[in-house]
């Protein structure tokens, strides 16, 4: 695994610098008045970028969509960590029907058992059998306990029952029956209480676990990632469908040039998405630590880290495709066939992980789509909640997606500086190539 | 005059079809210049070309003897056919976001705006967003747009399409103030006796090829006499069909416009006229423009 590790980490510093190589040798074989223009880096900052990207941030931002989306977000994930707490802090009462008599002890034991399960017990005693079932099903008590050897119940319980009252029955008879054993193995009353009262070992862990709290975090972080990379790059996809359907882009092309205006039109958006994310983030944050829940506590700044690094990683790679397939449409309903193909990878890396969160299984589908860079941001978050990713693995993830990245990146721009001024009809990627 | 902006030989092909055919034109600073042409003549994409938005097989735009670039074109202004504004976004913001996309600084951008929109009437109106607006005042806000970082060259396709006679004025005070201050301003359209009120110069392309090109009042003077005569009691014009030498051009409200041969005697028309009645017109006449332009397309 070592020598793997270092292998990648050699190769990738060996085609990074032999690409640097690459460009400088083929721009010094150009002739000097043919060569492109570079800007200086200061210029993206404050230039064109910098002014398209102020416009799309302000446009999304002071837009209603904007405003009811992040309220429905955080909606959906205030109810996700209120619900739970709520439901915890409700404290079921069970009546226990008693017929005959019931050791002290095994009383005390019922009640701190049913308290274990979030439930208080008392105790209700019968003369007969038939005054406890006849209680029972007018529903007055749980279950009945007869002379201490027979528990009645109105129905019985299927074996994947996790109920309160099912695990409190199923405990109250192992328990009595361990009871009549002890009575039937002939044991002094010393004996019988020493083996009535035996308590598990302690079981001492290496590392302090906090596994279905991580769990539960990268599940809300890849619903967010789905949900945020979804609306975002359908924006995208819209905004330059709707500048190229107004004639606006003509206006800001006779300006600006493309890969600026692209630019800057991807940056502004991802801004905003940004911005909603933290939101999101610091109100999970701060309304878990307020009302107790232990939904996000424990997820240190690593998995909320992770998370939203990947949903930058993951617009930085669908947005040039989306923007792409918007160039290519000129009207509303174009936009749903272009992006359909595009959504699939997202869909599938989404369900995948989505699925594998939730069963607590990191499967091996899962690990492959964690260095698949159309899946990646889906399931590297998970893979990482689940502690199963060493430093070198997330890495070469990383260094996988932003290869594609910029791979996407080129031919997207090319896509749009081709098809953004042609009108008419919807255009087709051969009709691109051939422009 | 000095030849701003030179044309030369663009050729242009979209696959089989030829959008621009060696077309060469050039035109001066100062003046009004109307780019005319049929429809698919080229003049969009020849707009096109100049404003760097479509790629050329062949030739050059120059500005001033230089090839245009990009920084020559942020001090161009262009206004495309049909709206090119953003529907939802507020007005004064847009043409703040425009002028600063033109190089101007927020200070600027900002004063040119309150000018802009309190000289088009649309001051109190800076808030709202431009779908709000009606078709006129959205042509004045694109023309506002195209006009308020102070272009060296102005191009504008169809500015006036679609305005009423208040819009029209409006918008073409603004050409003509723009041209007194040094600025080239080109436009098509349609309306050819409008061009003809607004324009110093004019250029007239036909399948990406010149046809004409040249001053207005030459253009009007050259060419055959015009002869208008209108004859009491008739109002067909039926008189002049069979005068050697006389072509009727058209008939409007009884009035007859001829189109007289080099050696045609005006004397030998009225004496027709006279004999098919009483003669209460009889007049020579420039060129309009729709003439020159059907001729010089025929």
């Given at each position: 695994m070592r020598t793997a590790r270092y292998v990648i980490i050699v190769a990738v510093i060996l085609v990074v610098t032999g690409l640097r190589l690459w460009r400088r040798r083929r721009r010094r074989r150009t002739p000097k008045s043919e060569r492109p223009i570079r800007l200086p880096r200061r210029e993206w900052a404050t230039g064109d970028v910098a002014l398209v990207m102020g416009r799309e941030l302000r446009e999304r931002i002071r837009g209603r969509f904007y405003l009811v989306g992040t309220v429905i977000i955080l909606i959906v994930v205030g109810a996700a960590i209120v619900i739970p707490v709520v439901r915890s802090s409700k404290t079921a009462s069970e009546t226990v029907g008693v017929v005959g008599t019931l050791p002290a002890a095994t009383r005390t034991w019922l009640v701190a058992a049913a308290h274990d399960d979030g439930a208080t017990a008392r105790f209700v005693t019968f003369p007969t059998k038939a005054r406890a079932t006849a209680s029972l099903r007018t529903g007055h008590i749980a279950f009945a306990i007869v002379h201490g050897g027979e528990i009645v119940v109105e129905d019985s319980f299927s074996p994947?029952?996790?109920s309160t009252i099912a695990q409190l029955v199923r405990a109250v008879a192992t328990r009595l029956g361990d009871q009549r054993a002890l009575a039937a193995a002939g044991l002094s009353t010393q004996q019988a209480s020493i083996l009535g009262h035996a308590q598990p070992l302690t079981v001492y862990a290496l590392h302090h676990g906090t596994t279905k709290r991580i769990y539960a975090t990268s599940l809300i972080g890849v619903i967010l990632i789905f949900i945020m990379l979804s609306q975002y790059n359908t924006w995208l996809l819209v905004g330059v469908m709707e500048e190229k359907a107004s004639r606006v882009v003509e206006v800001l092309l006779a300006a600006v040039r493309p890969v600026k205006l692209l630019s800057g039109k991807v940056l502004g958006i991802g801004l905003a998405a940004m911005l909603q994310a933290s939101v999101v983030v610091t109100f999970a944050l701060v309304l878990s630590q307020a009302i107790g829940s232990n939904l996000l506590r424990g997820a240190g700044p690593q998995e909320i880290f992770v998370t939203l690094g990947w949903l930058v990683l993951g617009y930085s790679l669908y947005c040039w495709l989306y923007a792409a397939a918007g160039s290519m449409a000129e009207r509303q309903d174009q936009v749903q066939s272009l992006a359909l193909p595009l959504s699939l990878p997202m869909i599938v890396g989404y369900v995948v992980s989505l699925t594998a969160a939730s069963a607590a299984t990191p499967s091996l589908v899962l690990r492959i789509f964690a260095y698949v860079p159309f899946t990646a941001p889906f399931a590297m978050p998970v893979l990482v909640g689940f502690g199963v990713v060493t430093w070198w693995q997330f890495a070469t993830s990383v260094v996988l997606t932003l290869a594609c990245t910029l791979a996407v990146a080129r031919v997207a721009t090319g896509i749009y500086r081709r098809a953004i001024?042609?009108?008419g009809s919807r255009v087709r990627l051969r009709d691109v190539n051939t422009s | 005059m000095a030849r701003e902006l030179q044309v030369e030989a663009l050729t242009r092909r979209y696959g089989m079809l030829t959008a621009l055919d060696d077309l060469s034109f050039s035109a001066n600073a100062g003046e009004v210049i109307g780019f005319l042409g049929p429809n698919g003549a080229g003049k969009t994409t020849t707009m096109r070309v100049v404003f760097g938005l479509t790629s050329l097989e062949s030739g050059l735009v120059r500005w001033r003897g230089n090839p245009v670039g990009a920084p020559e074109r942020r001090r161009f202004g262009y206004m495309p056919e049909e709206r090119g504004l953003y529907p939802g976004m507020r007005i004064g913001d847009q043409l703040v976001y425009m002028g600063r996309l033109h190089g101007m600084s927020r200070f600027d951008a900002h004063r040119a705006t309150r000018k802009w929109l309190e000289r088009l009437g649309l001051v109190d109106r800076?808030?709202?967003?431009?779908?709000?607006?009606?078709h006129g005042n959205q042509q004045r806000v694109q023309l506002a747009a195209a006009v308020m970082h102070e272009p060296e060259l102005l191009f504008l396709d169809e500015p006036l399409a679609g305005l009423d006679p208040t819009g029209i004025d409006d918008i073409s005070e603004i050409l003509i103030e723009r041209a007194r201050a040094g600025c080239c301003v080109i436009f098509s359209s349609h309306q050819l006796d409008q061009v003809e009120d607004l324009c110093e110069s004019v250029i007239i392309i036909d399948h990406g090829r010149l046809v004409v090109a040249g001053h207005v009042d030459d253009l009007a003077t050259s060419g055959a006499r015009r002869l208008v005569v209108r004859v009491e009691a008739?109002?067909?014009?039926?008189?002049?069909?069979?005068?050697?030498g006389v072509t009727v051009s058209e008939v409007t409200g009884g009035a007859v416009r001829l189109i007289l041969d080099e050696e045609t005697d005006t004397d030998d028309v009225l004496q027709a006229a006279r004999r098919a009645g009483r003669v209460t017109e009889f007049v020579m006449r420039r060129r309009r423009m729709s003439e020159v332009f059907r001729e010089a397309l025929q």
């Amino acid at each position: 695994m070592r020598t793997a590790r270092y292998v990648i980490i050699v190769a990738v510093i060996l085609v990074v610098t032999g690409l640097r190589l690459w460009r400088r040798r083929r721009r010094r074989r150009t002739p000097k008045s043919e060569r492109p223009i570079r800007l200086p880096r200061r210029e993206w900052a404050t230039g064109d970028v910098a002014l398209v990207m102020g416009r799309e941030l302000r446009e999304r931002i002071r837009g209603r969509f904007y405003l009811v989306g992040t309220v429905i977000i955080l909606i959906v994930v205030g109810a996700a960590i209120v619900i739970p707490v709520v439901r915890s802090s409700k404290t079921a009462s069970e009546t226990v029907g008693v017929v005959g008599t019931l050791p002290a002890a095994t009383r005390t034991w019922l009640v701190a058992a049913a308290h274990d399960d979030g439930a208080t017990a008392r105790f209700v005693t019968f003369p007969t059998k038939a005054r406890a079932t006849a209680s029972l099903r007018t529903g007055h008590i749980a279950f009945a306990i007869v002379h201490g050897g027979e528990i009645v119940v109105e129905d019985s319980f299927s074996p994947t029952d996790n109920s309160t009252i099912a695990q409190l029955v199923r405990a109250v008879a192992t328990r009595l029956g361990d009871q009549r054993a002890l009575a039937a193995a002939g044991l002094s009353t010393q004996q019988a209480s020493i083996l009535g009262h035996a308590q598990p070992l302690t079981v001492y862990a290496l590392h302090h676990g906090t596994t279905k709290r991580i769990y539960a975090t990268s599940l809300i972080g890849v619903i967010l990632i789905f949900i945020m990379l979804s609306q975002y790059n359908t924006w995208l996809l819209v905004g330059v469908m709707e500048e190229k359907a107004s004639r606006v882009v003509e206006v800001l092309l006779a300006a600006v040039r493309p890969v600026k205006l692209l630019s800057g039109k991807v940056l502004g958006i991802g801004l905003a998405a940004m911005l909603q994310a933290s939101v999101v983030v610091t109100f999970a944050l701060v309304l878990s630590q307020a009302i107790g829940s232990n939904l996000l506590r424990g997820a240190g700044p690593q998995e909320i880290f992770v998370t939203l690094g990947w949903l930058v990683l993951g617009y930085s790679l669908y947005c040039w495709l989306y923007a792409a397939a918007g160039s290519m449409a000129e009207r509303q309903d174009q936009v749903q066939s272009l992006a359909l193909p595009l959504s699939l990878p997202m869909i599938v890396g989404y369900v995948v992980s989505l699925t594998a969160a939730s069963a607590a299984t990191p499967s091996l589908v899962l690990r492959i789509f964690a260095y698949v860079p159309f899946t990646a941001p889906f399931a590297m978050p998970v893979l990482v909640g689940f502690g199963v990713v060493t430093w070198w693995q997330f890495a070469t993830s990383v260094v996988l997606t932003l290869a594609c990245t910029l791979a996407v990146a080129r031919v997207a721009t090319g896509i749009y500086r081709r098809a953004i001024l042609r009108t008419g009809s919807r255009v087709r990627l051969r009709d691109v190539n051939t422009s | 005059m000095a030849r701003e902006l030179q044309v030369e030989a663009l050729t242009r092909r979209y696959g089989m079809l030829t959008a621009l055919d060696d077309l060469s034109f050039s035109a001066n600073a100062g003046e009004v210049i109307g780019f005319l042409g049929p429809n698919g003549a080229g003049k969009t994409t020849t707009m096109r070309v100049v404003f760097g938005l479509t790629s050329l097989e062949s030739g050059l735009v120059r500005w001033r003897g230089n090839p245009v670039g990009a920084p020559e074109r942020r001090r161009f202004g262009y206004m495309p056919e049909e709206r090119g504004l953003y529907p939802g976004m507020r007005i004064g913001d847009q043409l703040v976001y425009m002028g600063r996309l033109h190089g101007m600084s927020r200070f600027d951008a900002h004063r040119a705006t309150r000018k802009w929109l309190e000289r088009l009437g649309l001051v109190d109106r800076m808030g709202d967003k431009v779908e709000a607006l009606s078709h006129g005042n959205q042509q004045r806000v694109q023309l506002a747009a195209a006009v308020m970082h102070e272009p060296e060259l102005l191009f504008l396709d169809e500015p006036l399409a679609g305005l009423d006679p208040t819009g029209i004025d409006d918008i073409s005070e603004i050409l003509i103030e723009r041209a007194r201050a040094g600025c080239c301003v080109i436009f098509s359209s349609h309306q050819l006796d409008q061009v003809e009120d607004l324009c110093e110069s004019v250029i007239i392309i036909d399948h990406g090829r010149l046809v004409v090109a040249g001053h207005v009042d030459d253009l009007a003077t050259s060419g055959a006499r015009r002869l208008v005569v209108r004859v009491e009691a008739d109002r067909s014009g039926d008189w002049a069909r069979d005068v050697k030498g006389v072509t009727v051009s058209e008939v409007t409200g009884g009035a007859v416009r001829l189109i007289l041969d080099e050696e045609t005697d005006t004397d030998d028309v009225l004496q027709a006229a006279r004999r098919a009645g009483r003669v209460t017109e009889f007049v020579m006449r420039r060129r309009r423009m729709s003439e020159v332009f059907r001729e010089a397309l025929q």
